[in-house]
């Protein structure tokens, strides 16, 4: 049997350079992992905030823990803060391989206090914020033209 997961996690960016370098940077990486997730059965959110990355990713448990394993070992990343990692009973991103929430140049999260933390209720409940803000995000998205994305 199968199992489905969904894993939420921030991550310090290492991408370096003015905005709009920065901007062509994380939309080649969205592009890479809208082709990639769809030929492993990911899905997922991503948003790009205040010089982190704040992502869901959901799938097969397998290719999950696979994949993330990728995403550690990309120089792109550091400081990855696993928020949780959990079993679902359906995917919250399901019409997405990779659902772009944007860009913000101020962090909407109190990262810091997100990664001082040890109380794993605490981060849960971080992760279930950053869930409702990337659908949130999507969803104002949704009637804009995705290639300003």
């Given at each position: 049997?199968?199992?489905?997961?969904?894993?939420?996690?921030i991550s310090k960016s290492n991408l370096t350079g003015p905005p709009n370098q920065v901007k062509?940077?994380?939309?080649?990486?969205?592009?890479?992992?809208?082709?990639?997730?769809?030929?492993?059965?990911?899905?997922?959110?991503?948003?790009?905030?205040?010089?982190?990355?704040?992502q869901v990713l959901e799938g097969e448990t397998?290719?999950?823990?696979?994949?993330?394993?990728?995403?550690?070992?990309?120089s792109r990343h550091k400081e990855i803060t696993v928020l949780y990692f959990d079993q679902i009973d359906e995917r919250g991103f399901s019409d997405w391989s990779m659902a772009f929430a944007g860009i913000e140049e101020a962090m909407r999260f109190d990262i810091q206090g997100v990664k001082d933390s040890t109380d794993q209720v605490?981060?849960?409940?971080?992760?279930?914020?950053?869930?409702?803000?990337l659908h949130r995000l999507i969803q104002q998205h949704q009637g804009l033209d995705r290639s300003t994305f």
């Open positions: 049997m199968t199992w489905l997961s969904q894993i939420a996690y062509d940077n994380v939309t080649s990486i969205l592009r890479t992992a809208q082709s990639n997730n769809a030929t492993i059965g990911v899905t997922g959110a991503l948003l790009y905030s205040g010089g982190y990355f704040c397998d290719n999950l823990e696979e994949l993330f394993e990728t995403i550690q070992m990309d605490a981060m849960r409940d971080a992760g279930r914020d950053l869930l409702t803000t």
